[in-house]
């Protein structure tokens, strides 16, 4: 288990954080700020670092530059009180680690910290395509972490959203994301998926293409779930299960891997009904003619139009 060097220490959500890693036994050392930091790293050596609350991330950024002229392979959980999309462009071009801002959830920052300490894992699992504000792509390895990490990216890049819209989007976007990397990749990290977030004037749009040969479609109308195994769940009706989870879906304390754990509990398919269950919480899905690429589509300031059945693996 690699160390956490943890900067700054008069922030209530810093102290969270170091409870919650010394409780998982995870090896902690503080740094006042940049300058200690910095002597820090050239004394030894760390797994990752989490920034202070209190800095800007611009001012984190330099400090990562500085970091990673002592140790290369340092990884960086940054802090901030605010973000913009230029900022979470530079973050990702910077190969940040994850990016959070107020209000912070400390158990989210350090289930990531714990993981990325545990070792094996590199910046490079996110590779940054395109960016500009407004448009951002990015390519990322099939690994449950990975998928926390984009989750952390997206709920920036959204963060201009009003609170009810962003958590439908994000609802959608996980459950995509993880049915993705699921059965599109199998939890391969030699395999990729692309990502890209579009902002409009009137909409929020997520565009998900995993490496998969594609969903099956169930008959229109259809209220059950196909179980990629054992055939159709029978009388599991689409409401219910939506009203089941969204309130698991929507608390950000919620880490990945814990949501799997609670649909293998409640008895669920893993993964099939991501897609249904996206449906629920979006205004459009769509997908390409195979069934590997799909659309999340959140409007703003419209009605939305009719919905598409959605499709499952």
């Known amino acids: 288990m690699g160390r956490v060097l943890v900067i700054g220490s008069d922030n209530p959500v810093t102290h969270t954080i170091v409870d919650l890693l010394s409780t ?8 006042a700020g940049p300058v200690a930091a910095l002597q820090r790293l050239r004394a030894r050596s760390f797994a990752i670092t989490i920034t202070s609350p209190g800095t800007s991330i611009d001012e984190d950024l330099a400090l990562l530059n500085e970091m990673r002229l002592i140790r290369p392979g340092i990884k960086c959980i940054v802090l901030a009180p605010y973000s913009t999309s230029q900022e979470i462009i530079a973050a990702l071009r910077a190969r940040v680690f994850a990016c959070f801002t ?51 990216f997206a709920r920036e890049l959204s963060s201009q959203m009003q609170d009810d819209m962003r958590d439908a989007i994000l609802v959608s976007f996980r459950e995509i994301v993880l049915n993705a990397m699921e059965h599109g990749a199998a939890f391969n990290p030699e395999q990729m998926i ?90 459009e899905l769509l997908y390409n003619e195979i069934g590997n690429e799909v659309l999340l589509i959140k409007y703003i300031d419209r009605a939305p139009p009719i919905q598409i059945d959605p499709l499952v693996h």
């Open 102 to 152: 107020a209000p912070f959830d400390a158990q989210a920052i350090a289930a990531i910290a714990r993981e990325a300490a545990s070792g094996g894992l590199t910046d490079d699992d996110i590779h940054l395509i395109s960016a500009r504000p407004g448009w951002v792509t990015v390519r990322a390895n099939c690994r449950l972490l990975t998928a926390e990490r984009l989750m952390s």
């Open 194 to 283: 692309e990502v890209t977030a579009v902002r409009t004037r009137r909409s929020f749009v997520f565009h998900v293409h995993d490496p998969g040969s594609g969903f099956r479609q169930e008959p229109p109308g259809t209220d059950r779930i196909a179980d990629p195994t054992d055939g159709l769940i029978a009388n599991l009706a689409v409401d219910d299960l939506i009203s089941d989870l969204t309130d698991d879906l929507t608390n950000t304390t919620d880490n990945i891997v814990a949501h799997i754990r609670r649909r293998e509990e409640k008895g669920l398919p893993p993964g099939g009904f991501g897609l249904l269950l996206a449906r629920g919480a979006v205004d």
């Open 24 to 31: 998982a036994g995870v090896p902690i050392e503080f740094a």
